[in-house]
DNA sequence: ATCGCTGCAAATGCTTTGCAAGTAC
DNA sequence: GTACTTGCAAAGCATTTGCAGCGAT
């Protein structure tokens, strides 16, 4: 559930940026952040916001995605799935750019998990002396095969 | 450059699956092959080929891309700017799932370069042994800004 | 009252598919 | 000759955009 600091706190963000408080809006945030750990794509968020306000449009679940990611306050994730997947940035202050969280996804079952692990440091200083580059930010994704499914390849 | 012996490695692989060799597949890998590092796009692939090969349809193309991916001699990279990207398979032998090779994003200029760096087996381990998870494949990306970018962000 | 937001429908853009003709084996 | 392949055009699907009406401030 979203708290009432929470949702105050996204109010101010959007009149911050001169953007308007909407029902849409706040709802959309609300079934991410009521949904942590779901990856829900646009057409499920749509569904879940839906149901609570009918007249929503899936356009409108689209220009909000954009809005929150501008904001800092939802990621996207790619599963190469045909479809984006969001979910909601763990820093909600939307400043922060590391967001120390991946995933893991079973080849065989499809379900994804998190970890919160951390050993890119190091890694990071490693690359950045060696190439000059800047690093902010990094995403990692691991492929496997869960418990359930055996941690055996199918076929 | 494709080698004779790869190409020829590569007939023996498609007449291993019962699948026929054809001068547009041939063609397909040697393109992604000489732009080993560029990260080519369907469109970018077609055009490549279609010059030496002007029949070619987009569609073989596409298709050939599943075919190669699935003989794991070419790997699909996504930087979620709306087109998939491939390039060549390093163990280009169809066998091994470790690619130990990642990328790095710049975030203003959005050049794409690459690092060979790996650090990932402690993090695996570690993830294995706590999950139960059996982890065959690991994806990387950093995002930062590149030297003759600064180092610094935009605006 | 203003200017942003929304919903709808249409458009876009990448990728996939159906099908008849072509080609490898 | 028998599949498998190809090119074309059409279809599919996620996402974006144009626009008139609606709603927040």
Sequence with gaps: MISNTEKEKFKELLKAK??????????????????????????????????DYPGLGMATVYRTILVLMELHLIDRINFDDGQARYEIARASDGSAHHHHHHHLKCLKC????????????????E???????KIVDHEVKLYGYCRECGGLPIE
Tied chains: 1, 2.
């Design 18 to 51: 001169g953007l308007k408080v909407t029902n849409q809006r706040i709802l959309v945030l609300q079934a991410l952040s009521e949904n942590e750990g779901k990856h829900l794509t646009a057409e499920e968020i749509f569904e879940l916001v839906k149901a």
């Design 110 to 125: 499809g379900k994804v998990f998190e970890f919160e692990e951390d050993m890119m440091e190091g890694l990071e200083t």
């Design 127 to 133: 690359i950045e002396k060696k190439t000059g580059f």
